[in-house]
Structures are given as C-alpha cells and as structure tokens.
C-alpha cells in the first residue's frame, strides 16, 4: 500500500484556495496537513475538497491567524486536538489513519527580536519547543510521522547565509538547540535531509521581500517531515513543490510531499 501526504503553510486558506486545489489535482495526496489556514472550522472552504475526493476535515481554526488542518480522503481512525502550549492557538492536530499517527504542527514564529526577557513572541516559541520535547519523550514514537511549519531552520546549511542569519529569529542557536533536541529524544529521522542535502535545494521558504526568489535564492528550511525509525525502514521518497513560490500570489512556504510505501 502507497500513501502520499502533503505539507503546506498556505498562509491563508482562502487566499491560497485554487492553488491548493491544483496542488491536488496534480498529486493527488491521500492525506493534506496545512498550516496558518487563517479561518475558523466553520469557515473552512469543504465544499471545494468535496469535489476533488476529500470528505474528512480535521479542523483547529481560529479567526484571522494560525489554524491547522488535516483533510483525508478516508475516515481517521482518531483524532485529536493537542493543546501542548495550553493556549488553544490552533497550531497542533493529529489523527490516526491507515494505522499510522499523523501530526501537524505550526510552530509559532517568534516575532523579530531572539530576546525572550523582553520578547513574548519570542519565549512563547521557545515555550512550544519545550512543550514538544517533552511530548516527544512520553510518546515513544511508532508508526508516526509529524510535519508542519516548525518555523526553524535547524542546520547551517538550511539557509542561504549562516554567518548573516545566526542571529535571526528561525536560525538562531538556542531555536536550533531546542529543535534538534526535540529531534533527539523522540529518535526522530529528518526525512527530507535524509534525501535531500546541498548542493540541490532544501529550502521551503522565501521573503515577500525578495523580488525574484530563483535568482537570490536566499530561503530558509523552515517546513519538515519527520518520521518514526519503523517508517524510516520503508520505501519513500520526497519532493519540495518549489514550483508554487511561482504562482500569483503565493504562499511565502511551498509544500513537501512524502509517498511511502507501508
């Protein structure tokens, strides 16, 4: 049995919505994880993914920011919302489907000063990080795959500059520590750099502010898959959909797509 999930921070479902769509149509995934849908659950656009196959949403919305989503086009075997930074922020959602978990993460971003004494944005994230770490520990991870925006990109060669970013929210050393702390206690693999490594492109992110993205090519890997070591021992393979940044109007993010084989 083949499945295929794809991974996308649409920054903004409704402004993103035909995108999405084509996305689909083109890979036709049999699991959606979206990030920063930027809708309540009852103001998720279902009708459109009812036509293209997908009649199972799992929803963690709240007005005008954040919001996860995992669409399907089989039932969940369960689904649950998890709370980790008990702030009801819509940034965590997994289900259990073809007897694998799945959980989509928005980590937050951090705002734009990496000073937690006199940034809240900034010790909220890091708050988060603590939170998943110590998740990670007590779940012992098996059949799990988790993805999402996690907002940081963990190794130097992640970015374009190293040197220009180490001190830039998403690249910093303590974001960087946490992340791959997280990494390590739950013996989680990387399954993108497991497949994907410099010189060829890892990056999934890239500024508004940059007027032709393909020329500076100065992104950022802030968007993963990581999956448990049973999974890793399958047939997989990964694509970055980079294409996407093209579009009109794009998400700053562009999707990851996974297909294992189980």
């Known amino acids: 049995?083949?499945?295929?999930?794809?991974?996308?921070?649409?920054?903004?479902?409704?402004?993103?919505?035909?995108?999405?769509?084509?996305?689909?149509?083109?890979?036709?995934?049999?699991?959606?994880?979206?990030?920063?849908?930027?809708?309540?659950?009852?103001?998720?656009?279902?009708?459109?993914?009812?036509?293209?196959?997908?009649?199972?949403?799992?929803?963690?919305?709240?007005?005008?920011?954040?919001?996860?989503?995992?669409?399907?086009?089989?039932?969940?075997?369960?689904?649950?919302?998890?709370?980790?930074?008990?702030?009801?922020?819509?940034?965590?959602?997994?289900?259990?489907?073809?007897?694998?978990?799945?959980?989509?993460?928005?980590?937050?971003?951090?705002?734009?000063?990496?000073?937690?004494?006199i940034n809240l944005k900034f010790k909220n994230k890091l708050d988060f990080l603590k939170a998943l770490i110590s998740w990670s520990k007590k779940i012992t991870p098996k059949n799990f795959l988790i993805c999402g925006d996690f907002n940081i990109a963990p190794f130097e060669d992640d970015v374009w500059s190293h040197k220009q970013l180490k001190d830039v929210v998403s690249h910093t050393d303590i974001e960087r520590k946490y992340l791959l702390k997280f990494l390590e206690v739950g013996n989680w693999n990387d399954a993108v750099r497991a497949q994907i490594n410099p010189p060829e492109n890892v990056f999934t992110w890239w500024s508004y502010r940059s007027k032709d993205f393909k020329i500076n090519n100065r992104g950022r890997r802030l968007d993963h898959i990581w999956i448990s070591n049973d999974l890793k021992k399958k047939n997989y393979s990964i694509k970055i959909l980079d294409y996407t940044r093209t579009l009109s109007r794009p998400s700053d993010h562009v999707p990851i797509k996974i297909k294992i084989n189980l």
């Open 1 to 117: 049995m083949i499945i295929k999930i794809l991974s996308w921070n649409v920054n903004s479902i409704r402004t993103r919505l035909e995108q999405v769509l084509n996305v689909c149509q083109k890979y036709k995934p049999d699991i959606i994880c979206l990030q920063e849908t930027k809708v309540i659950n009852d103001s998720f656009p279902q009708n459109e993914f009812l036509k293209l196959g997908y009649s199972h949403f799992y929803l963690h919305g709240i007005p005008s920011y954040n919001g996860v989503a995992i669409i399907t086009q089989q039932e969940a075997e369960s689904f649950d919302i998890l709370d980790l930074s008990q702030l009801n922020n819509g940034r965590q959602i997994g289900i259990k489907i073809f007897g694998i978990h799945i959980h989509n993460f928005y980590i937050p971003s951090g705002g734009d000063v990496p000073d937690e004494k």
